[in-house]
C-alpha cells in the first residue's frame, strides 16, 4: 500500500466550477500537508501548508484536512484556464528523526485542465 | 527576492558517466532538499541538509551523493549513470528547524542518460 494515494485524473473542468482534488493517507502520524501545483516542465510551486485538521483558506484556494478519516482535500472555487497543471500532494512526520527528517512524501499528482 | 535556483536547466549524459547538480537556496534559507521526479511521478525524496549536515536520506543506491556548503548552497552527485536515472531533479529550500517542511522547489534540471 502507498503512504499516499492520489487519484491521477486527468480531470476536465469548464470555467468557473469548483474543483475538488483529494489524497489519502495510510500513516496516522503525518501531521504536516502540503498542496503543490506544477506547470509542465517546471518545479513544483506551494499552494497550502497546513498542520491540523480543518480548514485553511488563501484567495480561491482552500485546503482541509480530516486526521480522523486521513484524508485531505483542496478545492479551488472559480476556475480559471490558467489552474490548469499538475497538482501534488504531499505529507510529512512531525520532526521525524532518523532517515526521515525533512521528507515530504507525495501523491502521484492530479493533472486537471480547465477549459474557457 | 530570487527564488531557488538550479544549475544546468537541461543536461545529456551517457550511461556510466558521474553528474553534478547545483542549487542555491533562498536567501535566509539553512536547509536544502533533494528529490527525482520521473514523468507521471510525484517527487521522490533523496536527501536533506540543514545547517551543512546531511539530516535525511531516502532510499537511493550509493551512487548518489551530496553536500551543502557554508553559504548553503548544495550540490547533489550522481556517480555511474543508469538509463533510470533520467528524470527532473529538484531542489527545495526550507527555512529549516521548525520550518523544515516548508519547501519551495526550484525549476529542477532535467537530465537525459543515453
Known amino acids: 500500500q502507498k503512504e499516499v494515494e492520489q487519484d491521477p485524473g486527468p480531470l476536465s473542468v469548464p470555467e468557473g466550477a469548483i474543483v475538488s482534488l483529494n489524497c489519502t493517507y495510510s500513516n496516522s502520524a503525518f501531521q504536516y500537508f502540503m498542496w503543490y501545483r506544477q506547470y509542465s516542465r517546471k518545479g513544483p510551486e506551494l499552494l497550502m501548508y497546513?498542520?491540523?485538521?480543518g480548514n485553511k483558506e488563501d484567495g480561491r484556494f482552500t485546503a482541509q484536512v480530516d486526521k480522523s478519516s486521513k484524508y485531505i482535500s483542496l478545492f479551488i472555487r472559480d476556475s480559471q484556464p490558467s489552474d490548469s497543471a499538475t497538482y501534488l500532494c504531499?505529507?510529512?512526520?512531525?520532526?521525524?528523526?532518523?532517515?526521515?527528517?525533512?521528507?515530504?512524501?507525495f501523491g502521484q499528482g492530479t493533472i486537471l485542465t480547465v477549459h474557457p | 527576492d530570487a527564488g531557488v535556483t538550479q544549475s544546468p536547466t537541461h543536461l545529456i549524459k551517457t550511461r556510466g558517466q558521474h553528474v553534478t547538480l547545483r542549487c542555491s537556496p533562498i536567501?535566509?534559507?539553512?536547509?536544502v532538499s533533494w528529490y527525482q521526479q520521473v514523468l507521471g511521478q510525484g517527487p521522490q525524496f533523496i536527501f536533506q541538509?540543514?545547517?551543512?549536515?546531511?539530516?535525511g536520506r531516502g532510499n537511493f543506491p550509493d551512487r548518489f551523493s551530496a553536500r551543502q556548503f557554508p553559504n548553503y548552497s548544495s550540490e547533489l552527485n550522481v556517480n555511474a549513470l543508469l538509463l533510470g536515472d533520467s528524470a527532473l531533479y529538484l531542489c527545495a529550500s526550507s527555512p529549516g528547524g521548525l520550518g523544515i517542511y516548508e519547501q519551495y522547489f526550484g525549476p529542477g534540471t532535467r537530465l537525459t542518460v543515453t
Open positions: 497546513t498542520y491540523s485538521s
Open positions: 541538509y540543514y545547517e551543512k549536515e546531511e539530516r
Open positions: 504531499a505529507i510529512s512526520l512531525s520532526h521525524a528523526g532518523g532517515t526521515s527528517y525533512g521528507k515530504l512524501t
Open positions: 536567501s535566509g534559507h539553512k536547509s
